[in-house]
């Protein structure tokens, strides 16, 4: 009698599900050439001719109707104002308008022959219309994705499945699929698996995406939160969500979370190490947004940046310039920098205009125009009257400061400074103030004698 105990997963506890998986996989293969046989013969038998003929026939109708049709009713569809969403649909239907004519049609053709023959004789028909009509709906549904080359991607995929349904080989497929499995350690990994759990995972993803942009939509519509608080409830929400699918995906697919404990953990130093600043960036994004130093419409200086704030990330700051520039700031930089909020308690803000005039000027004077220019410039604040004082008793100038107010920073503020300052220009003008120059003498150590030149003598012609 022979000592060897089998012990669990060994060799021996493998050997039937290899060959139960061996099985499968030749099972497949010989109905996959019988079919191939069977569809060899009979697309010699006058009713698959017959099927093969009317469907190309129907197609070629279908796309000559389609080029006809479609301009006519593209122009249409551009001269209505529907929701954009449904626009889109309706923009793809007509793009595939050959398979609106053909489906119909071909259903059509299958009743007809259904009457004067044998169901089997017609199967061919059926197929056709039935998985023409499945193409049509999934390629229109698909558009409710932005990306092409994903809807692109979840059609034909989709299209696929229902093809195989209808045909009967969906299930001896997954059964393809799932028997070419392997095993590390206690999970059993199968292409069937990677290919549902990969499918799930970015449907749920797409769709927790989308919920968290829609919920970050109605928080923006609440007039009663401030900005700061909208744009971080708006992210917590998508990035909850985000986990949850990742979570429900995982589990929906039979995917035990703890054999990921120890592989987390690797990736979790390696990602402390490797992504420093990413992580630095998002906790100094939330800090932003909890201490609420800046925020959307914001007027800022950061080192030469100066715009306002147009958008908060989680990675970095969206910062517009005058000229148009949108500058990328990461987080941290409004942490670790030094940052003027020009709008951080009230939008008011003081501007300085400094200026000079002759010592023959009347300093009360000089006031009063000053005041009474800035006062004229539209965007000067009427909140706090500007004001002018006298500085200082310069070499050849009386120094004066004007100081004025302004609500709207974010429009700029070296424009408002020359408005201001041709305003006190065409002031003094007016009433004749000098602003004096600089004069420079130059004082020569030894007598100098300025002679003209002699004029150059004529020479007579001829």
Not at 320 to 329: A, N, Q, S
Request: proline share 5%.
């Amino acid at each position: 009698m022979s000592d060897h105990v089998s012990m669990p997963g060994s060799a021996d506890a493998s050997a039937p599900q290899e060959a139960s998986a061996i099985q499968v996989v030749e099972g497949v293969g010989t109905g996959l050439a019988n079919f191939i046989e069977r569809a060899w013969i009979s697309i010699y038998q006058p009713w698959t001719l017959y099927q093969i003929g009317i469907i190309l026939g129907i197609l070629l109708v279908s796309v000559v109707l389609s080029r006809f049709v479609e301009p006519k009713l593209e122009s249409w569809v551009r001269s209505i104002k529907l929701n954009p969403g449904f626009l889109r649909v309706l923009a793809a239907l007509l793009r595939r308008m050959e398979w609106v004519f053909f489906i119909p049609a071909c259903y059509t053709a299958y009743l007809i022959a259904d009457n004067y023959t044998w169901p089997w004789n017609v199967l061919l028909l059926r197929i056709a219309y039935t998985l023409a009509l499945a193409w049509l709906v999934i390629n229109v549904l698909s558009r409710v994705i932005h990306s092409r080359q994903l809807a692109r991607t979840v059609a034909v995929l989709a299209w696929i499945i229902v093809a195989l349904q209808l045909t009967g080989y969906l299930k001896p497929t997954t059964d393809t699929l799932d028997a070419l499995a392997f095993r590390i350690g206690e999970v059993r990994i199968s292409p069937l698996l990677v290919i549902q759990t990969t499918a799930l995972l970015i449907s749920l993803v797409w769709l927790a995406n989308n919920g968290g942009k829609f919920a970050e939509t109605r928080l923006k519509a609440m007039t009663d939160l401030t900005p700061s608080l909208q744009v971080l409830l708006g992210k917590f929400i998508k990035i909850f969500l985000v986990i949850t699918a990742i979570i429900i995906a995982l589990n929906s697919v039979g995917i035990d979370l703890t054999v990921f404990a120890v592989f987390s953990g690797a990736v979790g130093v390696g990602l402390g190490f490797g992504l420093q600043k990413v992580v630095s960036n998002f906790i100094s994004g939330v800090i932003i947004l909890m201490d609420k130093s800046i925020k959307p419409g914001d007027t800022i200086s950061l080192n030469e940046t100066f715009g306002w704030i147009r958008e908060l990330r989680s990675r970095f700051v969206s910062v517009v310039t005058r000229d148009g520039r949108e500058f990328l700031i990461p987080n941290e930089d409004f942490i670790t920098e030094k940052v003027i909020n020009w709008s951080f308690t009230d939008k008011l803000v003081r501007l300085d205009v400094e200026f000079g005039v002759s010592y023959d000027s009347d300093p009360h004077e000089i006031t009063r125009l000053v005041i009474e220019a800035a006062k004229s410039v539209e965007r000067v604040s009427p909140l706090k009257d500007p004001v002018c004082w006298m500085t200082e008793f310069g070499d050849s100038s009386i120094n004066f400061v004007a100081r004025f107010w302004i609500t709207d920073p974010q429009n700029g503020l070296t424009n408002i400074r020359g408005k201001v300052m041709l305003a006190i220009w065409d002031a003094f003008k007016e009433n004749d103030v000098n602003i004096p120059f600089p004069h420079r003498e130059i004082i020569m150590r030894t007598p100098i004698t300025v002679e003209s030149a002699p004029e150059p003598k004529r020479t007579k012609k001829g």
